[in-house]
Nanobody, 115 residues
Framework: VQLVESGGGLVQPGGSLRLSCVGSGFTFSRYAINWYRQSPGKEREWVATINDDGDAVEYAHSVKGRFIISRDNFKDTAYLQMNSLKPEDTGQYFC?????????WGQGTQVTVSS
């Protein structure tokens, strides 16, 4: 199982970024995808989840209405569209799946929101 995140970067407050999470080594379309983030000195925080076929999504209260999670099972890729970014959205963003009793994580992509 491999998950690779990309799309992070430096953005001004109010800006947007789209993160990608590409999966390989497993049947991508059979698994829900979760996005988490971690800021320095803080616990890793759940951000959003999309189910296997993409028709059910959930968001943390802190990002609801600003972030959109989606997926393209033909491309084995999940996305996190982040709009109206705030400095408190700064952190390392990770995607994961839960399979056979284990969590599999990508290496993360850094998002920095700063003027």
């Amino acid at each position: 199982v491999q998950l690779v995140e990309s799309g992070g970067g430096l953005v001004q407050p109010g800006g947007s970024l789209r993160l990608s999470c590409v999966g390989s080594g497993f049947t991508f379309s059979r698994y829900a995808i979760n996005w988490y983030r971690q800021s320095p000195g803080k616990e890793r925080e759940w951000v959003a989840t999309i189910n296997d076929d993409g028709d059910a999504v959930e968001y943390a209260h802190s990002v609801k209405g600003r972030f959109i999670i989606s997926r393209d099972n033909f491309k084995d890729t999940a996305y996190l569209q982040m709009n109206s970014l705030k400095p408190e959205d700064t952190g390392q963003y990770f995607c994961n799946i839960y399979s056979s009793g284990s969590l599999f994580w990508g290496q993360g992509t850094q998002v920095t929101v700063s003027s």
